[in-house]
């Protein structure tokens, strides 16, 4: 994995470098050649311009022979090659150097370029970079003119001669200039990439670090908060509360565990133990029935145990809402009360039923509901004074039907009202008195409530135990 983390930091880091680098000789390359192009261009306008000049002094020359001298010529042509760098051959329509100021050429026979000649003749101008066969050890750029007389008629041409050394120098200076900042560019965004691209891998190696963790079982390490708004900002915390959610989650795992294995062992070993107390005689025989129906009794219990865990798992797996079904509450609650009849009546208590007449419509599921009511009923009736008065009732506000459930009796202490929802709570009292229960009621009430999108609250004060919940009419 470390092998991977460090493949994609370098990864990031040759794919940034890259796109600069790529970036960076495209833009050289075209600046170069544009610039290059530029400077040589303004250069042969200005040979161009210099060219004419020559072309207009011998044109009486090339005309006549003479000009009032070659001497004279010669000077003017001198005088216009030193005040502008350029040197100046003067040629006859078959491209023969009639007069030079290029001392490379004195006491030689030039001809220039044939091509040349005949394009600058039709054309009007021509350039080109050339070494003359030979005669200049570097190419020099050439640029000539026509020379015509009066009447237009071609008496020869005029060529403006440059060395290309300075535009090699200014091409050469700015390659140097483009490679200085070139460099100074890829320093910058080396540093920057490098720092980017460690931002990011980083908290990658810490969840990658946090996850081997938390395959051992350890969920108390966290994510460093990065301070920083961005999807790895987000990314880290979720992976906290991914954390926060699997740490709740193996405490609640460890704690079903460590209940359900106390709730399973007490009736099991109640049974083990008077069964072998009949096996081997420690129980006399005549006294074998109380003990067989205490041994029947542990084993209905253990049976409603794990029937009731059965029915927690299947109910955390149903959506109740997604049919969109709706039931009448109220009938819900008559049909609960008539099922909890006798168990009322045992304990002499009387029945304050506060339900309309009229249909109130809810969404859910028609029997999660009535098991909700009927457990609520039930717990009420367990614990209420015998002989008191236990309160069932709906009302309807804001757009939700509230029922409630109400008895008297013992007061609930605050600090165990949180505790009454969760897996395998019984009370002290509900331990002493009842031996039938197993914690799980008022479980199931809140995993059904919850599965609805709804909650249950519940107030204990001065012998007053309400239990109340809502459910959406549309």
Sequence with gaps: MRGRLKGLYWRQMFVTMGTVLLTLVLLGASYSALGYNYAR????AEMETRAQA?????????????????????????????????????CDTQGHVLLSTDSTVAGKVVTLPADLMQQTIQKGTASSRTKLDGLYAKARLLVGVPVKDQDGQVLGTAFAVSDTAALGNMWQGFIGLFLMTSFVVMM??????????????QPIREMVKATRRYAEGDFDIRMRDYDRGDEVGELAA?????????????????????????ELKT????????TDGILDGTIPQENERPYLEIIANESRRLSRLVRRMLDVSQLQAIDPLKSGNRFDI?????????????????RCLDVD???PEESILVRGDNDMITQVIYNLLENAAKFATP???????????????????????DTIPAEELPLLFERFHKSDKSRSEDKDGVGLGLYIVKTILEQHKEKINVTSENGVTTFAFSLAME
Excluded: W
């Design 54 to 90: 020559v072309a207009q002094l011998s044109a009486g020359y090339l005309s006549s022979g003479q000009f009032s001298s070659q001497q004279e010529l010669s000077t003017l042509a001198a005088f216009a090659a030193s005040v502008s760098d350029v040197d100046f051959f003067i």
């Design 188 to 201: 910058v965004a080396f540093m920057a990439a490098s720092i980017t691209a460690m931002r990011q891998v």
């Design 387 to 409: 002989g008191s008065t236990l309160y069932l009732g709906v009302t309807t506000l804001d757009g939700k039907a509230r029922v409630t459930v109400r008895n008297l009796g």
């Design 330 to 346: 109220c009938e819900s609650m008559r049909r609960v009360l008539i099922s909890m009849e006798k168990k009322i009546n045992d």
């Design 41 to 44: 261009q303004e250069k042969a």
């Design 238 to 262: 979720s992976f906290n509360n991914m954390a926060e959610s699997l740490q709740q989650t193996e405490r609640q795992r460890r704690e079903f565990i460590a209940n359900i294995s106390h």
């Design 353 to 355: 039923a506060d339900i």
């Design 267 to 274: 009736p099991m070993t109640t049974i083990a133990g008077y």
